[in-house]
């Protein structure tokens, strides 16, 4: 079993930085792929990032490419996402998830584990 809080949300000018951190918990952290997800009101969730166990492989969302970054510290089972230069439809609930495997790109509905999401408001 794993649980997975994310913190870091919050209200931003467009053009500014968020970092959240999704903090895990279990001793198997490290072998978990890892992906951050987000939500706008009425819309499906939707894929932003994902990174692999050791960190060694990410892929990004077209539309985040070159703005967001995720990471990841198996130290301290904690996962990252970066983002700059937000922009207003960055807007959404944003939510980290675990897959148990060793794939890299797989579909959301692979993902095993899900935190509650942190808000992410980008205003223009």
């Known amino acids: 079993q794993v649980q997975l809080v994310e913190s870091g949300g919050g209200l931003v000018q467009a053009g500014g930085s968020l970092r959240l951190s999704c903090a895990a918990s279990?001793?198997?952290?490290?072998?978990?792929?890892m992906g951050w997800f987000r939500q706008a009101p009425g819309k499906e969730r939707d894929f932003v990032a994902v990174?692999?166990?050791?960190?060694?492989?990410?892929y990004y969302a077209d539309s985040v490419k070159g703005r967001f970054t995720i990471s990841r510290d198996n130290a301290i089972n904690t996962v990252y996402l970066q983002m700059n230069r937000l922009k207003p439809e960055d807007t959404a609930v944003y939510f980290c998830?675990?897959?148990?495997?060793?794939?890299?790109?797989?579909?959301?509905?692979?993902?095993?584990?899900w935190g509650q999401g942190t808000q992410v408001t980008v205003s223009s």
């Open positions: 998830a675990a897959h148990d495997g060793r794939r890299t790109v797989v579909p959301i509905t692979a993902y095993d584990y």
């Open positions: 279990g001793r198997t952290f490290s072998s978990y792929t």
């Open positions: 990174i692999n166990w050791s960190g060694s492989s990410t």
